[in-house]
């Protein structure tokens, strides 16, 4: 039995993680999601495709909600956003691909600062509702801007070349996003286990205590607004390259609930929490569409024409169930998990 | 001037729906610190059962409105029991957010219960045409207002000078000293639900009757933020007046500026009001002991 793990050297303790375990299942997870376009159908690739943007954006809401407990309802508005500057800068102003994915971030974090301003006063619930009003500011403003925007008539891009990669290839596709999520998983982690992560914990766990040991809660939370919407803006920005046909109408209310309902699912403050509730949350559906398939024809196809309350009962039902028996998330019953092998047969 | 003058009618009549959600809103979080996001889908609960009462069991109105009143106690004090109750010692960020879920999960059962269409509520006292002045007002928009001022009035009564009203402000001082006094805290949380559901769930049908009785019904909840906010969450009158306030810069601002702002003026004010005070205009300033 394992009774204690001890760091000894330098290079272990800066290391992102010292166990061989740990690095070989990354290994391994990797592997299988490169070799995954190989084996899968491309209605499944689509929607592996869709959990990695849903990664990229959860990390970011994580920075924010999970670890510096600014609650935000507003993540349509940061997405849209950011889904809208890639679409219009590569169709109406002829930017290549590679500069109007960067800049999706770099609006997303400009304007989540305007939010990030009136929210240094603010707490709780009343910087959720704040959010939240930005998004319909955005939302409103996208539609009703028809000169800037098309308006009701959304925005079409028609073929993406990025670096060489032909992204309307839906492997293509799905190796870049591949890519970019692993990116942002690495960003996130080293950004918490510096000086700003631990800044950010202080902040959650007591704003006026870190502010006494030196913290500036000015600086740090509109930092954690800019990094979390800076990825949240890359997330839009690839929607945009999936879909290619963008429109306001997705990026509504029951969006931010479910960026929520991912990051409560799989676990707060976690970037694996992150990954696993994003996994969660877009095969959940899926999931119950099987289910539906084994039941008798008529019940299935009465059912078939609500899918879409049906992916919105179980989205309620799994939050409120989650928050219920495992407020830790998917992370914590995976850490219990293995708390109860690695102590067996003493485990309790 | 006419003009100016029915536009400011039509904003008290949408302001009273909201100022009415926001009195709900404002109830619940005053006496359990818990902001109800799902407060505009009981309000649909509520609305949808009583049009199937009225519809279906064909009740005349005047017998609906009392049915319908015991009906969203029973719908408020079933929701606490299980969604809210067993949370309590959870951190507040959580109940808040097993109200969200509840907030989507409500709102799909609905559709698909009801279906997906709308259907207008039908009643004896509606489509009269009322002129006071230059302004014109069909009865139920009439209706609306008053019931708005009959809320806030009750609601008013009742904080000040019931036992259970007292009670329940108490709780939501101190909790612990309540329970000392005799109070018994777990009721008042039910109790909380129960008015709430009855207060939105009237603003519901009042809304059902101007409009129709349709699947988004459950969105006037969230516009009724901007109201509870720019009241302040803890005091239901100063939110009740806010819905007031909110209503009718939207109806002024569509009117004038441009359209499509009736929805989201409200969240434009709430933005600009809580850069100023951030505990809305009537709220309590939060003190913190460290």
Redesign the interface.
């Known amino acids: 039995m394992r009774t204690r793990h001890f760091v000894e050297t330098y290079q272990k303790h800066v290391a992102l993680s010292d166990s061989p375990a740990t690095w070989s299942w990354v290994a391994i997870f990797i592997i299988a999601l490169l070799a995954f376009p190989f084996l899968a159908s491309t209605y499944l690739l689509a929607m592996v495709t869709s959990v990695g943007i849903m990664v990229v954006g959860a990390i970011g809401l994580n920075i924010l909600t999970g670890s510096t407990g600014l ?1 935000s309802l507003g993540q349509a508005g940061f997405l849209a956003s950011g889904c809208y500057t890639t679409g219009l800068l590569i169709t109406d102003y002829g930017w290549p691909p590679e500069l109007a994915l960067p800049a999706a971030g770099v609006v997303s974090a400009l304007l989540s600062l305007l939010v990030g ?2 929210s240094l ?6 910087l ?3 959010t ?3 998004s ?2 955005v939302t ?1 403003f996208l ?2 801007a028809e000169s800037i925007t098309h308006g009701p008539y959304g925005v079409r891009i028609e073929d993406l070349n990025f670096l060489g990669l032909d992204l309307a290839d839906q492997v293509q596709l799905y190796l870049f996003v591949l890519a970019v999520a692993i990116l942002t998983a690495l960003a996130a982690l080293n950004i918490l286990r510096t000086r700003v992560g631990r800044a950010f914990n202080a902040i959650r766990d007591h704003d ?2 870190a502010r ?1 040991m030196g913290i500036s809660l000015t600086r740090y939370k509109l930092f954690a607004f800019a990094i979390s919407s800076f990825m949240v803006g890359i997330a839009g920005g690839l929607m945009a390259f999936q879909f290619r046909f963008i429109n306001v109408d997705i990026f509504n ?2 969006l931010s ?1 479910e960026a ?2 991912v990051i ?1 699912v799989g676990g707060l403050g976690s970037v694996a929490g992150a990954i696993l509730g994003s996994f969660f949350i877009i095969l959940l559906p899926e999931a119950t569409r099987e289910v539906l398939d084994f039941l008798p024809d008529s019940i299935s196809s009465a059912l078939s024409i ?1 899918i879409y ?5 179980m ?6 169930i989650m ?2 028996i495992k ?1 830790q998330g998917l992370v914590g019953l995976w850490r219990d998990v293995k708390r109860y092998w690695t102590h067996w047969p003493l485990s309790k | 001037m006419d003009l100016f003058l029915n536009f400011v009618a039509s904003g008290l009549v949408i302001g009273s729906i909201y100022g009415i959600i926001a009195v709900a809103f404002a109830i619940v979080f005053k006496t359990t610190g818990v ?1 109800n996001f799902a407060q505009g889908e009981v309000m649909m609960l509520v609305t949808y059962t009583s049009w199937s009462l009225g519809t279906e069991l064909s009740l005349p109105f005047y017998a609906l409105i009392p049915v319908s009143i015991i009906g969203a106690a029973l719908i408020g004090i079933v929701i606490e029991r299980i ?1 809210i109750r ?2 309590i010692g ?1 951190p ?3 109940i ?3 109200t ?10 609905i ?2 219960i009801w279906g997906p269409d709308a259907a207008p509520f039908d009643a004896a006292i509606k489509d009269e045409i009322i002129e006071i002045g230059p302004v014109v007002l069909f009865s139920e928009q009439l209706y609306a207002i008053l019931l708005f001022f009959v809320i806030s009035g009750v609601v008013f009564l009742f904080f000040r000078f019931s036992r259970v009203g007292i009670a329940m402000r108490a709780t939501a001082m101190d909790e612990t000293a309540a329970l000392l006094m005799g109070v018994d805290v777990r009721k008042i949380s039910s109790l909380a639900w129960a008015i709430s559901a009855v207060v939105s769930g009237l603003g519901g049908i009042a809304f059902a009757l101007m409009f129709s009785r349709a699947p988004d019904l459950w969105f006037e909840g ?1 516009r009724s ?2 109201a509870t ?1 720019l009241g302040g ?1 803890d005091s239901p009158l100063g939110s009740g007046f806010g819905g007031l306030i909110i209503g009718v810069i939207g109806a002024l601002s569509e009117g004038y500026i ?3 702002l009736k ?2 003026s409200g ?2 004010v ?2 600009i009001v ?2 100023i005070r ?2 809305g205009l009537f709220g309590d300033k939060e003190l ?1 002991r ?1």
């Open positions: 609650i301003i009136p006063r603010l707490k709780g619930l009343y959720a509702i704040t939240m009003a930005f319909f500011i409103h539609l009703y006026i205590a006494v209310v029951l609930i929520l309902a409560i609500y309350e049906i992916r919105g009962l989205t309620g039902l799994t939050i409120i928050l219920r407020p | 902001l969604f067993p949370m959870q507040v960020f959580s808040v957010m097993v969200i879920g509840l907030a989507v999960f409500l709102r799909s059962m559709v698909m969230l933020f901007p906010i969450l441009g359209q499509g929805e989201i969240f434009f709430i933005i809580l850069m951030p505990y913190e460290v």
